[in-house]
């Protein structure tokens, strides 16, 4: 057993809800096993456990790990391609890259970059959005169970539209599909997700080989695109006979409580009636939607329609793996949004970034908190002695006030270590492996 001695902030309710941060400083958390089995005031803890070692964090703070719900593995070299609206920038930035994933060598190497940068930003839970070659999905999954990350993920497929190298048949997806998901999926802290590009390039015959993977997979998530772009959804539009976008993926059994769709910045209240009908979840990407100028996110629509929303960072249209930024960049949104946005406080983020993706991916009752009970997963805030994030933390009014600093000025360079289920693995810019 280990007690973690520091100052811990999380949200085990949700503030769109009537939940506040929940703060305490000289905290002892005392897991055993990956599991926390004791909280409280250190000095009482202590008494309760006098035997056990102490890592003392009291410098900086701990949060719980981040859950990123949508980050394309492929793409972390692409990351910053600037300038162009969502169709450009597949076009000319994400698709050439995807059709290196070919060459199983070359994904292993991008898989590396892409697990350092999950880990690097505190991300310890992911709903990664996959590589159209299942060789590539195979490496991105032998990766993360090397370092102990809590992904779920899956075979990308398409077969319109794209580049040829990228088609597949519905035969085909399928029978990868179960492969890949019978050698993966429930192992240790891994499991599949059927993940169809986006209807765009979907027709409807591999939307139903979707739809059977999704039901022979038991406990399979799904997770695809949806009303990102007003020239996507028009064209969709155009190609399904008028159906509206959620509609095409929910007359294929889709969508349901294992269902995260990213983005849907422009959708209809009815779209959003069904989303809140079926229990399917909405990854927001503030910094991809910014980037690509999709759109301002109409989190209150989801909010009063009852659908359930968290973060992603949308690598690589996104602007990096670090969730802090994705929060204040929701923030952002939110304020540009006048009268129809919804105020955001600091608690508001941090569930966002922490409890909400664990909900959404169907996780509340292991990780999203750092209370009795859940897996320690976890983000050691430290920053350097003097920089901007110090002095404000220094400076604080309150714990609220020190976590909008949080959101306002971190940055990867301020993490100083991320533990999932208890194992370490990464001490400020050292990264371990859980399993040599
Ligand atoms: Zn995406």
């Given at each position: ?320 793996f670090s969730l802090l930024k994705e929060g204040l960049q929701a923030y952002f949104m939110q304020r540009l949004l006048g009268g129809e946005g919804l105020p955001l406080t600091s608690a508001h983020l941090l569930w966002l970034c922490t409890a909400a993706g664990a909900d959404a991916l169907a996780l509340a009752d292991t990780v ?69």
């Amino acid at each position: 057993m280990t007690l973690f001695r520091a100052t811990v902030l999380d949200t085990p309710d949700s503030p769109f809800t009537g939940g506040v941060l929940r703060s305490e400083e000289d905290c002892a958390i005392v897991v055993d096993d990956g599991v926390i089995v004791a909280r409280g005031p250190y000095a009482e803890v202590r008494t309760a456990h006098p035997g056990e070692e102490v890592l003392d964090l009291r410098e900086g703070m701990i949060l719980p790990g981040l859950v990123d719900t949508h980050v394309h593995f492929p793409q972390v070299r692409v990351i910053g391609g600037l300038g162009m609206p969502l169709l450009d920038w597949l076009d000319q930035c994400a698709l050439p890259e995807e059709m290196r994933l070919a060459d199983v060598e070359a994904a292993r190497g991008i898989a590396k970059d892409f697990v350092t940068g999950l880990v690097d930003a505190g991300t310890t839970t992911a709903l990664v959005f996959g590589s159209h070659f299942a060789g590539a999905v195979d490496v991105m999954f032998e990766t993360a169970d090397q370092w102990g990350l809590r992904v779920t993920t899956g075979l990308v497929t398409s077969d319109r539209i794209l580049p040829e190298p990228l088609l597949t048949t519905p035969a085909r997806a399928y029978a990868e599909s179960a492969e890949l998901a019978a050698r993966w999926h429930g192992k240790d802290r891994l499991r599949y997700a059927v993940t169809p590009r986006f209807s765009l390039s979907a027709s409807e015959a591999i939307l139903e080989s979707c739809g059977a993977t999704f039901r022979d997979v038991e406990g399979s998530f799904f997770t695809s695109h949806v009303n990102e772009n007003d020239a996507e959804i028009a064209e969709v539009a155009r190609l399904f006979g008028g159906s509206s976008y959620v509609d095409t993926y929910a007359v294929h059994g889709l969508l349901n409580r294992r269902s995260v769709l990213a983005h849907n910045v422009h959708p209809t209240d009815a779209e959003l009636a069904t989303l809140a009908g079926l229990d399917a979840s909405v990854a927001h990407c503030p910094t991809s939607n910014s980037a690509l100028g999709s759109g301002l996110f109409p989190l209150r629509r989801h909010v009063e329609a009852g659908v359930r929303v968290a973060m992603g960072s949308d690598v690589g249209a996104g602007t990096g793996f670090s969730l802090l930024k994705e929060g204040l960049q929701a923030y952002f949104m939110q304020r540009l949004l006048g009268g129809e946005g919804l105020p955001l406080t600091s608690a508001h983020l941090l569930w966002l970034c922490t409890a909400a993706g664990a909900d959404a991916l169907a996780l509340a009752d292991t990780v999203g908190d750092l209370s009795v009970g859940k897996q320690f997963d976890a983000v050691w805030l430290l920053p350097e002695a003097g920089n901007p994030l110090a002095v404000g933390l220094g400076n604080a009014r309150s714990a609220d006030d020190a976590l909008s600093k949080v959101f306002a000025l971190g940055t990867t360079s301020d993490i100083g270590g991320v533990w999932v289920g208890g194992d370490q693995i990464a001490a400020g810019r050292w990264h371990r492996p859980r399993r040599a």
